[in-house]
């Protein structure tokens, strides 16, 4: 079974600019969360799709958002980037009928704003 | 505002040692507390713990909760170089469907 896979890896953009990420979740999983880590905040939630919905949502300014496709692919979008901006992204994926609460992550997306 | 405290945030010990590794938490709604081990990238999942009192183990990990003292410890015991990583204590809010981390323990095993 595949695991949580993030697209592109790794990213440079300058400030001002856009940037949208995508996570493909494990198969079956309609749950996909969003968190941004940076050695000074730690990981923090950004927000949680399900079946195409936003659930939930962090404290993050209106730049960062995200969608959720039919097939449970997410993506997230920050626009007019910022230098604060320059973290690890990191998509997971849930199985609701599991219920254990376990979250599968991916690599991560690492994104540099310059 | 709900948070989680790690402690410490770095430790160096020698292979071979036994380690002990702190959560404290604060939340309104408690409904679960998971351990992740992160090395390079992806956090991989270790435990999730939602009644008191009740040790959970895997190998040479083990973890605890008490909900009264609104804390749980992650041990590792006979620690290898394979053990460093950084350790991540997070919880999940009754209702809610987000997880909210810890700043981590970055643990390093020398050989």
């Known amino acids: 079974k595949a695991g949580v896979t993030q697209t592109p890896r790794y990213l440079i953009k300058t400030r001002g600019q856009q940037v949208t990420l995508s996570c493909s979740p494990i198969s079956g999983h309609r749950s996909v969360s969003w968190y941004q880590q940076t050695p000074g905040q730690g990981l923090q939630f950004l927000f949680e799709y399900f079946s195409e919905t936003q659930r939930n949502k962090g404290n993050f300014p209106g730049r960062f958002s995200g969608r959720q496709f039919s097939n449970s692919r997410s993506e997230m979008n920050v626009s007019t980037l910022e230098l604060g901006d320059s973290a690890l992204y990191l998509c997971?994926?849930?199985?609701?009928?599991?219920?254990?609460?376990?979250?599968?992550f991916g690599e991560g997306s690492r994104l540099t704003v310059l | 505002e709900d948070k989680v405290v790690q402690s410490p945030l770095s430790l160096v010990v020698h292979e071979g040692d036994t380690v002990t590794l702190n959560c404290s938490y604060e939340v309104t709604n408690f409904r679960s507390l998971l351990w992740y081990k992160q090395e390079k990238k992806a956090p991989t999942f270790l435990f999730m713990l939602?009644?008191?009192?009740i040790e959970k183990k895997s190998g040479r990990l083990s973890s605890i909760l008490d909900k009264k003292e609104l804390f749980s410890i992650l041990n590792i015991t006979a620690t290898q170089t394979g053990d460093s990583a950084v350790y991540l204590c997070a919880f999940i809010v009754q209702g809610a469907q987000k997880l909210v981390f810890g700043q981590g323990t970055r643990l390093t095993i020398n050989p």
């Open positions: 939602t009644s008191s009192g």
């Open positions: 997971a994926s849930r199985s609701e009928a599991a219920n254990t609460g376990e979250l599968f």
